[in-house]
């Protein structure tokens, strides 16, 4: 077996290598998903709610929800990133909310941390 030493065909397959080996940490792999927020907004004196989903960061999710509410007294309820997110409003007018990896995982969180009697699912979204 002849071996390589000092030549040049060694330090260039040494090179390629080491180079394909950096662009692969660096850069990931050729799929990977960028993170995708939604969050949803409501008010609490009408009970109005909105969304915004698929959106590259929390502060541009959370301005669409407010702005969708449509109502001046609308505030973020939550937030979430690639996952879906419910809210709740029970009989006693209080809130509750849920995030899941379904809607119907979101949907049971926001009806379980409910603390008033018969919540009802009043949003539920998911990102993409």
Request: hydrophobic letters at 40%.
């Given at each position: 077996?002849?071996?390589?030493?000092?030549?040049?065909?060694a330090?260039?397959?040494?090179?390629?290598a080491?180079?394909?080996?950096?662009?692969t940490?660096v850069?990931?792999p050729?799929?990977?998903k960028?993170?995708?927020?939604?969050?949803?907004?409501y008010s609490?004196?009408?009970?109005e709610t909105?969304?915004g989903?698929?959106?590259?960061?929390?502060?541009?999710?959370?301005?669409?929800?407010i702005?969708?509410?449509?109502?001046?007294?609308?505030k973020?309820?939550?937030n979430?990133?690639?996952?879906?997110?419910?809210v709740?409003?029970?009989?006693?007018?209080?809130?509750?909310?849920?995030r899941?990896s379904?809607k119907s995982a979101?949907?049971?969180?926001?009806?379980?941390?409910?603390?008033?009697r018969?919540p009802?699912?009043?949003?539920s979204?998911?990102?993409d």
């Amino acid at each position: 077996m002849k071996k390589f030493g000092n030549s040049v065909l060694a330090r260039v397959a040494l090179s390629a290598a080491v180079t394909a080996a950096v662009l692969t940490v660096v850069a990931g792999p050729a799929n990977a998903k960028s993170d995708e927020w939604g969050a949803i907004a409501y008010s609490p004196s009408t009970g109005e709610t909105g969304w915004g989903r698929n959106y590259s960061t929390k502060q541009r999710a959370e301005r669409a929800a407010i702005e969708t509410c449509k109502k001046s007294d609308c505030k973020v309820a939550l937030n979430f990133v690639n996952k879906c997110g419910a809210v709740a409003q029970a009989r006693d007018g209080s809130w509750s909310i849920g995030r899941g990896s379904t809607k119907s995982a979101a949907n049971a969180k926001a009806k379980a941390a409910a603390t008033g009697r018969n919540p009802q699912i009043k949003e539920s979204v998911c990102t993409d």
